[in-house]
């Protein structure tokens, strides 16, 4: 049953990818401005850039470049960096795992974090502790995650020298990054998990649970929290999207080789070969990690039902 | 009304004025380059110092709230403008025009966060107006999906039949029969929004691919201060500081009105 289930969510990829593919290409389409004068440089006679115009395809009509370059997608080819003159699938391969390291490295903490801070909110509603997760939120969720990374690379890379401000390698290098990435989310998954435990509490199983003389670590891991926890999930999925602009923020901030820079990067120099298979990617990797939250859904409360 | 209400009507309120009215308050020229007197700490003669080209801190701080408003408002009417209209037809006509519109905004909604923002500025390029309509498109979809959502519950409704009895045109209908039903919920939804914008407008600045580097807007300010922050923290920290607060205040009078008005969206308040 699940297995079928997956295997639809994966069929529906398809036309995701297709449409995404298409919109892609259409929106670089409409750049301003000559390609291939940018390629070629504005001193070139007129007999070069119609050579170069027919190396590239960009002769033919509109649907058939979109079928040769459909084509070149499915044998991975996404044409040529126009700064570097590497492939694209290249500049993107060599900083893909950098971003993903620093992404899963930001969603752990802020689903450990946030869970673990809403759990003690959740305990002992209107104490201090539920009054400082709730300060911590209000920060999270107010304070742009641009500002944040530079907060913390002046106090914790600068006034007190604690961890590495900029590169990647060591795990010192990923704390900050993932520190200010996961912040926002952190945020939502505490007042969630908080909201949600609370109200768990209240059903009668768990009082049920507690009448007959099971333990409150019991109780909160085993009765509650499984029940309690389908919500931040589902909002972990939804989070990632929000991380992911976090994550092109903050690759820039700290200086992080992942894609987020690189888009950057690409955007200010024009390089549209490489903006093209950027979004790509990043609205591709957008939908496989939406699949994901779902069978994970669907796993943890068989109640859902899988059509 | 709670407290922090209070204070945050209090904060936009004296943000609309300096938006409004800052240029009559006779500060320092927020373009005004004077290098003999780049870099200074706040002062009695600079209240927030002076940046790296000796412009007054204060001056741009004011000035920008100007530029953040005109993003924040401006890309939210793009977004009502175009996304209001498409939400409604695809309620009212349901059937293929609803499958359609549907999965064109599931597919909008699709790209992550700031990525069809970028997408846009890309095309673009920089430059204040391109901007607008960047994070406008960014916004089209969410406007678009929740009154598309409030058409579809209304037009079952006696008054719409009623209105499409006494011979009203099908736009007739939805301009003055629907809309004005459906401007509450839309009102909430724009006022977080707003914030949004703002956000989004300040992040794409920073990165260099928002406003030329020369426009006073918060994020473009803070990204021109990044290098000094070093030795002049409070290059960052004013627009830093101003941005954050803003965001506070809008998005808790934000929540509050969602609280207020419309009982329904409560729980999706967590």
Not at chain 2, 127 to 146: E, H, K, M, S
Request: hydrophobic share 55%.
């Amino acid at each position: 049953m699940i297995l079928r289930y997956i295997g639809r969510r994966l069929l529906y990829l398809i036309p995701t990818f297709f449409i995404l593919s298409f919109i892609v290409f259409t929106l670089v389409r409409l750049i301003p401005g000559d390609p291939v004068m940018a390629i070629a440089g504005p001193d070139s006679t007129p007999e070069v850039l119609q050579e170069m115009r027919e190396a590239l395809g960009l002769d033919r009509p509109v649907a058939n470049q979109y079928l040769v370059y459909l084509k070149g997608l499915f044998k991975g080819d996404l044409g040529t960096s126009l700064r570097t003159h590497q492939p694209v699938w290249i500049e993107i391969g060599l900083r893909f795992s950098s971003t993903v390291e620093l992404a899963a490295a930001g969603m752990m903490v802020s689903l450990f974090v946030g869970i673990t801070l809403g759990v003690l909110a959740a305990l002992r509603p209107g104490n201090w502790l539920d009054a400082f997760t709730r300060l911590i939120s209000l920060f999270g969720v107010s304070s742009p995650t641009f500002w944040t990374g530079l907060l913390f690379v002046l106090a914790f890379g600068y006034y007190w020298r604690l961890f590495p401000i900029a590169g990647s390698g060591t795990i010192w290098h990923l704390v900050l990054p993932a520190a200010t990435v996961s912040l926002t989310s952190l945020a939502f998954i505490t007042r969630l998990t908080r909201a949600s435990l609370i109200e768990v509490f209240s059903q009668d199983y768990v009082q049920t649970a507690r009448a007959k003389g099971a333990s409150p670590v019991r109780v909160i891991i085993h009765h509650s929290l499984q029940n309690a926890l389908i919500a931040p999930l589902t909002v972990a999925g939804l989070e990632f999207g929000r991380l992911v602009s976090g994550v092109i923020v903050i690759e820039t901030i700290f200086a992080w080789p992942g894609i987020g820079k690189l888009l950057i990067e690409a955007i200010q120099f024009r390089d549209w070969p490489v903006i093209q298979g950027l979004i790509l990617t990043f609205a591709l990797l957008f939908a496989v990690v939406n699949l994901i939250v779902d069978i994970l859904y669907a796993v943890i409360d068989p109640r859902i039902r899988l059509d | 009304m709670p407290i922090s209400v209070k204070m945050s009507l209090v904060i936009i309120v004296i943000l609309g004025f300096l938006a409004l009215f800052g240029p009559m308050l006779h500060l320092p020229d927020p373009y005004g380059q004077n290098i003999a007197n780049a870099l200074q700490l706040p002062s009695s003669k600079n209240w927030l110092g002076t940046d790296q080209l000796g412009r007054d801190l204060l001056s741009r701080i004011v000035a920008g709230s100007r530029f953040s408003l005109l993003i924040g408002f401006g890309a939210v009417s793009v977004g009502l403008f175009l996304g209001v209209p498409f939400g409604m037809l695809a309620g009212f006509y349901g059937r293929w025009v609803d499958t359609v519109f549907a999965r064109v905004i599931d597919i909008l909604l699709s790209f992550p966060g700031i990525i069809l923002a970028l997408a846009v500025v890309a095309v673009t390029g920089p430059g204040i107006g391109n901007l607008i309509v960047a994070v406008g498109l960014r916004t089209l979809p969410v406007f678009a999906r929740v009154s598309r959502a409030e058409t579809l519950s209304l037009r079952q409704r006696d008054f719409v039949d009623a209105a499409r009895a006494l011979g009203c045109r099908p736009y007739e209908i939805m301009y003055w029969h629907i809309l004005p039903n459906i401007a509450g919920p839309l009102m909430i939804v724009a006022s977080l929004q707003t914030a949004t914008a703002i956000l989004i407008g300040a992040t794409l600045s920073f990165l260099g691919v928002g406003v030329s580097p020369e426009v006073p807007e918060w994020g473009a300010i803070l990204n021109a201060g990044r290098p000094y922050m070093m030795g002049y923290p409070h290059l960052v920290i004013v627009p830093g500081c101003t941005l954050m607060i803003a965001m506070m205040a809008l998005n808790i009078v934000g929540d509050y009105l969602r609280d207020r008005l419309d009982p329904r969206f409560t729980m999706a308040k967590f």
